[in-house]
Structures are given as structure tokens and as C-alpha cells.
């Protein structure tokens, strides 16, 4: 059963950085793309960032020119480089994948992130 860790999050002061990794247990047939999410408590989950398979990069407009998606095929691992952190950017941060076929691995525990002012 494929598993996904999210690590790295942590306590940072606003304009601060954090570099998150997500690592996937197992193999994974037909990625169609790799992705970033955010949830705050009472909120719906939030796409923050998506890399296809063929290297284009998403967004959303909150993130835009702070945070950057890429990947290590290699080694079954992506990461969500975060700069210029916001108050707003707190969050738990979780990945998942899309594939070909549609099917997705369960949910990981998420990693938080907190940003202080």
C-alpha cells in the first residue's frame, strides 16, 4: 500500500522559509502530476501547487513568486519550496498525486507550518 510523508513544516517568523518533502512509499504507476495542498481547521483543503509529469508548474495566486514545486523522480519525492512566509500561510501542508487512472493513495498526516507575525 502506497503511503505519503509529509515532513518539514515548522514554526517560522513571517518572511521566513521552509523547504517541504513529500515521500511516497512503494511505486506509483501513471503519475499525471504531483501536488500541494493546505488545510486550515474549519476550512476546505486548498491546492496550493501542482508539477505535471511533463515539468509545468501551477499555482495558486496566494502563492504565486514565493512558493516553487520540484521533484526527484528518483527518488519517489517531491518538495514545496516556501519563501517570504505569511501569517497566512499557516496551514497544515499535505501532497498527493494524480494519476492516469485516476485511483490516489490515501491522504498523509500533513505537516504543519505556523507563521508568526
Known amino acids: 500500500q502506497v503511503q505519503l510523508v509529509e515532513s518539514g513544516g515548522g514554526l517560522v517568523q513571517a518572511g521566513g522559509s521552509l523547504r517541504l518533502s513529500c515521500a511516497a512509499s512503494?511505486?506509483?504507476?501513471?503519475?499525471?502530476?504531483m501536488e500541494w495542498y493546505r488545510q486550515v481547521p474549519g476550512k476546505q483543503r486548498e491546492l496550493v501547487a501542482t508539477i505535471t509529469s511533463s515539468g509545468t508548474t501551477n499555482y495558486a495566486d496566494s502563492v504565486k513568486g514565493r512558493f516553487t514545486i520540484s521533484r526527484d523522480n528518483a527518488k519517489n519525492t517531491w518538495y514545496l519550496q516556501m519563501n517570504s512566509l505569511k501569517p497566512d500561510d499557516t496551514a497544515a501542508y499535505y501532497c498527493n498525486v494524480r494519476t492516469y487512472s485516476g485511483w490516489t493513495p490515501k491522504w498523509g498526516q500533513g505537516t504543519p507550518v505556523t507563521v508568526s507575525s
Open positions: 512503494g511505486t506509483i504507476f501513471g503519475i499525471n502530476a
